[in-house]
């Protein structure tokens, strides 16, 4: 059975998250609650973050590399 990277974004970021390369250490739950739970769904919830570095900090400390993330492009055009 394939199961699909998840995403979660907000005017910032983007988080992908793979279930199949999670290893379930629940370290994001633990350091960042804010934005990470293993209870709540959805489980990452971006509205919650304070600062956009915050979650980056975090999913760089991820042991599986399961979370990923990109930064959104802020330039508009005129």
């Not at 199949?20 to 370290?27: F, G, M, N, R």
């Not at 739950?29 to 973050?49: H, K, M, T």
Request: glycine share 2%.
């Amino acid at each position: 059975m394939e199961i699909n990277a998840k995403e979660f974004s907000n005017n910032d970021i983007t988080v992908t998250y793979n279930p199949c390369e999670c290893t379930l250490s629940e370290t994001c739950a633990r350091e960042l609650s804010d934005v990470f739970s293993n209870s709540i769904i959805p489980w990452i919830n971006l509205d919650n973050a304070k600062k956009t570095e915050s979650v980056i900090k975090q999913i760089n400390r991820c042991p599986s590399g399961a979370l990923k993330y990109y930064l959104h492009d802020k330039k508009q055009a005129s």
